[in-house]
Structure formats: structure tokens, C-alpha cells
């Protein structure tokens, strides 16, 4: 079972808001969506994939600068 679209969200430190914008739906069908009352078009679910993948890979580029910076401390 894959997990629920709000646990998705939060792991890719995401607002309901900024994941709205960027996948560009209403906030008021992902809130429906998260909730279970409401099921996505596939189109909608790709494009939330998609914004999720991206909040993603740049905090994963974020932590790697960081380790990087830790390291690089005497």
C-alpha cells in the first residue's frame, strides 16, 4: 500500500499551499484528495509526483552541501 498523500507531502516538507501551486490544482481538491474524499485525475497525481520528486531532490542537494560543509570543518 503506498502511503497517504498527506504523509507525502509533509516528508517533502511541503504546505498544502506549495504543493497546490506547484502542481497547479486547488488547494481545496488536494485538501479533498488528502482526505480521502476525493480521488485525483491522473494527470493531477503526475504533476503532485512530480512537484513532490522536486522538493525532494533539492533538499537532498541541500543536505549534501551541508555534509560537505561539516566535513570541511576543522
Known amino acids: 500500500m503506498s502511503p497517504p498523500l498527506k504523509e507525502v507531502r509533509k516528508a517533502a516538507g511541503l504546505t498544502q499551499i506549495q504543493l497546490a501551486q506547484k502542481a497547479d490544482i486547488s488547494r481545496f481538491r488536494?485538501?479533498?484528495?488528502?482526505?480521502?474524499?476525493?480521488?485525483?485525475?491522473?494527470?493531477?497525481?503526475?504533476?503532485?509526483?512530480?512537484?513532490?520528486?522536486?522538493?525532494?531532490?533539492?533538499?537532498?542537494?541541500?543536505?549534501?552541501?551541508?555534509?560537505s560543509l561539516v566535513a570541511a570543518t576543522p
Open 30 to 67: 488536494l485538501c479533498l484528495a488528502e482526505t480521502g474524499s476525493l480521488e485525483l485525475r491522473p494527470d493531477e497525481m503526475a504533476a503532485i509526483a512530480d512537484a513532490v520528486r522536486q522538493a525532494m531532490e533539492r533538499t537532498a542537494r541541500i543536505a549534501h552541501e551541508f555534509e
